[in-house]
């Protein structure tokens, strides 16, 4: 009797040690899981206010989602617009041992995607993902990549230039011909531009050197001047507003940092609302979720933002539908 006793007594003891000991080991598992530091690597396509409030929001998208900055490494990196610096850094952020890896804006996506088949690629603020060649499908991506597209709210910007300049019947887009997701762009517009009854006439520049020389000619021809979201154009957008200074026609870009610059007016998507879904997506990839799996996030639908003062030196009355719905104005 006693022995059995003691047998149960004994077993009990070794259940409790075993049980302690599974117990510990997880803990341990968990807290080492806990201290792991992810390691993110960024490449950014070139220095532009609406290109860095995407990397701040991806920052903040990372912090919504448990990643502060004792949590995650980011390994940064920006090409200015230097296209064989996008290859090399793409190269580089690779072989530094990321768990995945994260282009800003399409040039900085494609760097990263011939980079590495294996590795999870993040895209941000690509406007054309299969256009791209980054993405076979939007809802099922299939490879290493996935992300965030900010497309183009095209009819909502032709929509715009015909209440706030209806007298406007040219319209020349001013875009970057190295650019994939510019020339996508430029098409869309000029459908829903066409259908409106506007006109439409291309303006295609192989680098920002000839920007300047293209204004002169295009303000001659135009009513008005539009520019895609265009990483070439946004980078040297002074040039486009000062050699427009004599012809002043109105400029209708795609980002609310370049209205503020000198454009009249556009119809934005919000590039820090951007950037921070990007992060969370980052975090999702972090997490264990496949690129594969993961849909495209699109961002299609904008809000407008219009440049009062300029329209005042333009002579240009803004409508009071445009005031009541508009998401920025500038004073």
């Known amino acids: 009797m ?14 409790l040690v075993c049980g302690n000991l599974i117990y510990n080991a997880m803990i341990s598992q968990e807290s080492k899981t806990e201290r792991k530091i992810a390691k993110v690597g960024v490449l950014q396509f070139v220095s532009h206010p609406s290109l860095d409030l995407i990397y701040q929001g991806i920052q903040d998208g990372l912090a919504e989602e448990g990643y502060t900055e004792d949590q995650v490494k980011i390994d940064f990196m920006n090409s200015e617009g230097d296209q064989s610096k996008v290859a090399t850094m793409s190269k580089q952020l690779v072989a530094n041992e990321n768990d995945l890896v994260v282009g800003i804006a399409t040039p900085a996506a494609q760097g990263l995607a011939s980079a590495t088949k294996d590795l999870p690629v993040i895209m941000a603020a690509v406007t054309d993902p299969i256009g791209a060649n980054l993405v076979k499908d939007l809802k099922k991506p299939g490879g290493n990549i996935t992300g965030v597209s900010d497309h183009n709210p095209a009819e909502q910007q032709v929509e715009l230039i015909k209440t706030l300049t209806p007298d406007v019947k040219t319209i020349g887009a001013l875009y970057s011909s190295s650019e994939d997701n510019s ?51 946004a980078s040297a957008f002074s040039t486009v507003v000062s050699n427009n200074q004599t012809a002043k026609k109105p400029i209708y870009p795609s980002a609310a940092a370049m209205v503020e610059a000198g454009g009249l007016a556009s119809v934005v998507v919000d590039q820090h609302d951007l950037g921070v879904a990007t992060g969370k997506m980052i975090a999702q990839v972090l997490k264990g979720e496949k690129p594969a799996d993961t849909p495209v996030n699109v961002f299609s639908t904008g809000k407008s933002v219009i440049n009062k003062k300029l329209a005042k030196e333009l002579g240009i009355a803004i409508p009071e539908s445009l005031l009541k719905d508009v998401g920025q104005v500038i004073e």
Do not use: C, H
Not at 2 to 15: F, H, Q, Y
């Open 183 to 233: 020339k996508t762009q430029v098409e869309e517009f000029k459908e829903y531009a066409e259908k409106a009854g506007l006109t439409v006439e291309t303006f295609a520049v192989p680098s920002t050197n000839e920007i300047a020389s293209t204004v002169n000619v295009m303000t001659s021809k135009v009513d008005a001047i539009w520019v895609p979201i265009d990483n070439t154009i």
């Open 2 to 15: 006693r022995n059995k006793r003691l047998i149960g007594v004994l077993v009990t003891l070794v259940a």
